[in-house]
């Protein structure tokens, strides 16, 4: 299986994990978070994207490491 992404300005939600699965993770973890992030500390909203990465396996992730970071 390959990997699924969404956008939700600012946010690109990425993973090896059904993109139902990181929309449900964006609407009950990540979006409640980045509100009140956002009227607790910050002016101004970011002006790059935030991007996070959900897997569903340390194996997953552990691939994704050696391939973006060269490091495992």
Known sequence: PGGWAIVRS???LAGDIPEVELD???RTAIEPARRAM???YFDAPPV?????LLFGSEHGYRQCAARLFADY
Do not use: F
């Open 10 to 12: 600012p946010i690109v």
């Open 48 to 52: 790059e994207p935030i991007t996070i």
């Open 24 to 26: 449900r993770w964006h």
């Open 38 to 40: 956002a009227d607790s």
